[in-house]
Every structure is written in structure tokens, then in C-alpha cells.
């Protein structure tokens, strides 16, 4: 037990170090505040001694000048501390909020490397919850947490130093409630600390339910299964709100306690203070001073439970975003292969790939393609058609085999080299809640308008593009959601054919779209594969008679492998498989 809670106490000062260590850059403005922050604790102990003054010597003996002296004073003392609490706000908020945007680019420049493996295990919520919630909960550390702790603790010294100076008999009977005190802080510190790791989880997991969920709200729709989720909704949001009120409950008991326990104080002090004054042991002044810094001891000691929320919540917050931080899943990229002059010729050789282990969706793969050549694949769902497309651009890494391109291994080719040469145009088109220009060159600001306009053209494009409202500068939407399915697809053809690849790849790009967009598709298929080595994965034959070479899988094997002709001429698997879509086709008309 002393075991466990001594590393969590470690576990927690190591994020803590990480979490200053974020302030580096910006380490002139925190040391700025801090000093601000030292002030102000330091100038605590002083308008009491003003208002003792007052009481004690210039109220008695009718002195108005110097009543009207002690009074600019306070006026002056209140001032200098707006000035400096003005201060430290602004300057805590922002150094708060350059943390915040340094970790969120960090952040999000980590993840945007991580092979997709990484992403088809992990919820979009997850990752939306550790970019926005969890780096608020790290800046609000820096605009309300460590330094107005520190000051805190500073008044706290300051006022019971003070008190001790001034009289130690009556700062004892002051002091009195403070060990009850300390022990309810310890008691609300792990209650606490357990409260809000419990929420940051529910925060989470209804992140990633109304995330997917709102995201797959036509699958909800159409099975009917609006109420089934709103139920499953219910649920979470209810533990989620019963994880607040644990947290609540914690607070509600701990602050009426300090309040009462300050009480306490104060009437300890009359009783104590009271009769020594009406002994003239005690002035009132001095009494007056105590109970004021009674208040000023109390209030430190409430608003040390908040920051110390604060911390609590960001040190939670800070270990998520730091471990996501510290995993490393990003594609390998160490290839040394200088740029050189891409001819295209494509090599797999004994190729095996897993998405999980000893799970083979590809096994023993080999085939040739020379360079300018157009390879379609086909074969059945799950065949490994995609798996190759995603082996060749590196999405995926393959445990045996080799691939190259030009007799080089891609694992020696730098990342950003290969993929400068692969266009890729996939089934499901993503687009950007932005608009058609951004969308196709992807703000790459060496595309002029004359080529986005050729682009067009050669894609066929031109027309839907016209009809548009505003034209290239029309919003598509998130995901595309005011463009059909084909012209998503012609504005995907668009994007890959404007950054003119030397190898093309079409991953089922017709294959949900009408007979019109296809044929528009067809033909700017044969402008944009001339010349360039090309692989399609097919799902209409229709579209590749004219391949160069078609190879089909099955059970993520090559079983087959030639032209159109020559596929037939064998009556295996290929013959069947046009014989069956042929089939299809003529029952559809």
C-alpha cells in the first residue's frame, strides 16, 4: 500500500516536471509573474497594519491628518495590488495559452505521422479529447494552478509570521482549528484526485460515443436504432453526470468546513482577545489586525482546494497527453535513397502481410510490373486487393518479402520521397469541410489556377464545377456532404492528377458511381494513366479490358495472371468472375 502510493506521489511530481517544462520558451514572462505573485503575497501583511494604526493611534488621539494619510494608503496598497493582480492574470493566461498552442501542434504533429494501424485501434474521440479537453486542463495549471499556489502558500507564511511577531499567545488560540484543518485537506486531496480521474474517463468515453455516433448517424437511422442509441447515450451521460456530483460532494463538505473552522477562529479570538483588551493587555487594534488576518490565513487555505484541483485535474490531464506523446507509433523512416529520376517499375517479391499476428492477408505474393504499364487487380472481398495498395504506399508495413520501386526498396526511400511520386485515388472519397480549391491541391500554394482548370478538364470536371454557386470557391461541407458520390470521386482524380505522379493508383474508383460519372471517369482515367505505370484495383471488369496486365487474388495469393484475352482463354477464375458480372449486367437491364 505505502508502496503504491510513494510511486503514484513520484509519478506525480515527474508530471509535474514535465508540465513546467513546457514553459521553457516562454520562461521570462512566468518568472515575471512569479515575481508578481511574490509581491502581492508580500504586501499581505499590510493593510491590517494600516487599519491597526488607524484604530490603535490616530483614532484616538483625533489625529485627522493622520487618518487621511493612513487612508491614501490604503487607497495607494489597493491600487498597487489591482495593478499587479491585473498582472499576473493577464500574464499567467498568457503563458497558459502559448503552452496550449505549442502542445496542441506538438500534439497533433506526433500523431500525424503514426502508421494508420495506430488509428484503426484508437477512437477519433480519444484523440479529439486529448487535443481539446486534457490540453485545457495543462494550461489552466499556468493560468490558475502552480503560481497562485505558490502565492498562496507565500500569504500563508507571510500572515502567520506576522501573527506570531505581533503576539504568539493569541496566534495560537487563531491556530487553533488549523490541524482539524490540515487533516480534512488531506482527506478532500485523495477524494478529490480520485473524483476527477473518474470524470476525465467519462469525458472520454462520451467523446468517442457522440464522435462515432454522429458520424454514423445515416447506419443509426437506417436501422432504425435512434432510440436504442439515445438509451446507450442516457447511460453514459448519467455516470458521467454521477461522476461531478462525487467530485461536488467532495467540495460541498470540505468548503463549509473551512468556513466553519474560520468561524471558529475568529471566535476563539474574541473570547481570548476581548478580555485581554478589557484588562489593557490587548488593544483593539490588535485584535482588529488578528481577525483580519484570520480571514486572510482562511482564504488562502480555500482557494489552495481549488488550485489544487486545478493541479489534480491537469497532472490527470498531462499523464494522458504525455503518454500519447511518448508512444511511438510512426512509420519507419529512416530510407537514405536519394531523389532520383522515377521510372516506375514495381517489384513484389515473396510478399506476407498481417494486420494481426500469424493472420495472413497477404501470403507469398510475387509479381512484376514494368514501367508505364496499367496492372488492375481483382478477386473477391478480402482478397488483399487494397492490402497491396497500402503495402506500396507504406500505410502498412509487411513482415516478409520485399517491395521496390526501380529495383530500390521502398523501406529505403524516404516517406515523404515516395509518396511524392504515388498519386492515389481511393473508393472512399475524404474531403475537408473547405473549399474545392483547398480540397483538391490540399493548400499546396505551387498549383495555379490554370492547372487546377486543366485538372478539370482532363477529369471532365468542368461542367459540375460551373454549375456550382460559388464556383472553385463553393464550401463543400464536412466529408463532402453537398457533392454526389461521383463527383467526390472526380474531384479525388483531380487531386491526384494535378501533383502528375509517375505511378497512379485507383483503388476502386467507380465503383460507386452512376453509368454517366463512369464513363466521364473512364475517360479521364486513359488521359491521366498515358505514360504512367498504374494500378487499379477494380470492381467493374468492364473498366479494365485494356490493362496491360490484370492479376487476380484469391485468399491473398496470385492465382492468376495476364491480359484480358489471355485471362479468358484460360477459363479459371477470371472467366468465371466476368461470366458471373456479365450476367449481372444483363438481369440489371
Known amino acids: 500500500m505505502s508502496q503504491s502510493k510513494s510511486s503514484n506521489q513520484v509519478l506525480d511530481r515527474r508530471i509535474l516536471v514535465q508540465i513546467l517544462e513546457q514553459v521553457r520558451p516562454y520562461r521570462k514572462r512566468f518568472i515575471g509573474t512569479g515575481v508578481m505573485v511574490v509581491l502581492l503575497s508580500a504586501l499581505v501583511w499590510v493593510r491590517p497594519a494600516l487599519i491597526r494604526q488607524a484604530v490603535d493611534v490616530a483614532m484616538p488621539s483625533g489625529d485627522l491628518r493622520g487618518l487621511l494619510n493612513i487612508f491614501l494608503a490604503v487607497v495607494g496598497l ?45 477512437p477519433v474521440g480519444t484523440l479529439v479529447t486529448r487535443h481539446v479537453s486534457d490540453v485545457d486542463g495543462i494550461a489552466n495549471v499556468f493560468s490558475n494552478g502552480i503560481l497562485n499556489a505558490v502565492g498562496d502558500i507565500l500569504s500563508l507564511f507571510v500572515v502567520i509570521v506576522t501573527m506570531f511577531y505581533i503576539d504568539w499567545q493569541l496566534t495560537l488560540f487563531a ?54 442509441e439515445a438509451s446507450k447515450f ?61 480571514f486572510m490565513l482562511y482564504r488562502p487555505i480555500r482557494q489552495l482546494a481549488d488550485r489544487f484541483n486545478v493541479l489534480q485535474m491537469g497532472i490527470v490531464n498531462s499523464e494522458r497527453v504525455f503518454k500519447l506523446l511518448a508512444k511511438d507509433e510512426r512509420i519507419p523512416d529512416t530510407g537514405q535513397a536519394k531523389e532520383w529520376s522515377l521510372k516506375g517499375e514495381i517489384r513484389f517479391d515473396s510478399v506476407w502481410f498481417a494486420y494481426e499476428e500469424e493472420q495472413w492477408v497477404l501470403q507469398d505474393v510475387s509479381f512484376h510490373i514494368p514501367a508505364g ?33 526501380d529495383g530500390v526498396d521502398i523501406c529505403d526511400i524516404p516517406l515523404a520521397n515516395l509518396r511524392r511520386h504515388i498519386g492515389v485515388v481511393m473508393q472512399d472519397v475524404f474531403l475537408f469541410s473547405d473549399n474545392l480549391i483547398n480540397n483538391v491541391t490540399l493548400h499546396d500554394k505551387r498549383f495555379t489556377q490554370d492547372q487546377l482548370a486543366e ?117 479459371g477464375a477470371y472467366s468465371a468472375l466476368n461470366r458471373l458480372q456479365h450476367h449481372d449486367d444483363q438481369r440489371d437491364d
Open 455 to 571: 485538372a478539370a478538364d482532363v477529369v471532365g470536371a468542368t461542367d459540375f464545377i460551373a454549375q456550382l454557386p460559388e464556383g472553385w470557391n463553393q464550401n463543400v461541407r464536412e466529408r463532402g456532404a453537398m457533392m454526389s458520390v461521383g463527383q467526390r470521386q472526380l474531384i479525388a482524380f483531380m487531386r491526384a492528377y494535378i501533383v502528375a505522379p509517375e505511378i497512379l493508383i485507383l483503388d476502386e474508383a467507380t465503383s460507386s458511381i452512376d453509368s454517366e460519372s463512369e464513363l466521364l471517369i473512364q475517360r479521364a482515367t486513359e488521359s491521366v494513366t498515358k505514360g504512367r505505370t498504374s494500378l487499379i484495383v477494380a470492381h467493374r471488369l468492364s473498366t479494365i479490358r485494356e490493362a496491360d496486365c490484370i492479376i487476380v487474388l484469391e485468399g491473398g495469393r496470385v492465382i492468376e495472371q495476364g491480359s484480358h484475352a489471355e485471362l479468358l482463354g484460360q477459363d
Open 175 to 228: 491556530l487553533a482549528p488549523i490541524p482539524v484543518l490540515l487533516v480534512a485537506t488531506r482527506i478532500f486531496q485523495k477524494v478529490i484526485k480520485k473524483a476527477f480521474v473518474d470524470v476525465r474517463n467519462q469525458v472520454s468515453r462520451m467523446n468517442e460515443f457522440v464522435q462515432e455516433h454522429v458520424t454514423g448517424m445515416h447506419i443509426v437511422q437506417a436501422f432504425n436504432r435512434e432510440k436504442r
Open 373 to 405: 504499364q496499367m496492372v488492375a487487380f481483382v478477386g473477391a472481398t478480402g482478397a488483399g486487393k487494397s492490402t497491396i495498395i497500402n503495402l506500396l504506399t507504406r500505410f502498412y508495413t509487411y513482415q516478409k518479402g520485399t517491395i521496390t520501386i
Open 78 to 122: 489597493l491600487v498597487i495590488e489591482a495593478l499587479l493582480q491585473y498582472g499576473v492574470t493577464y500574464l499567467a493566461n498568457w503563458v497558459a495559452q502559448s503552452v496550449s498552442l505549442d502542445l496542441r501542434a506538438k500534439l497533433f504533429a506526433h500523431i500525424a505521422r503514426f502508421r494508420l494501424r495506430y488509428f484503426d485501434k484508437t
Open 234 to 294: 442516457a447511460d453514459i451521460n448519467a455516470e458521467h453526470r454521477e461522476a461531478n456530483i462525487r467530485s461536488i460532494w467532495a467540495f460541498s463538505v470540505f468548503f463549509p468546513l473551512v468556513e466553519m473552522l474560520s468561524a471558529t477562529s475568529v471566535a476563539l479570538l474574541l473570547w481570548w482577545g476581548l478580555s485581554d483588551a478589557m484588562e489593557e493587555r490587548l488593544t483593539l487594534g490588535v485584535l482588529l489586525q488578528f481577525i483580519l488576518y484570520v
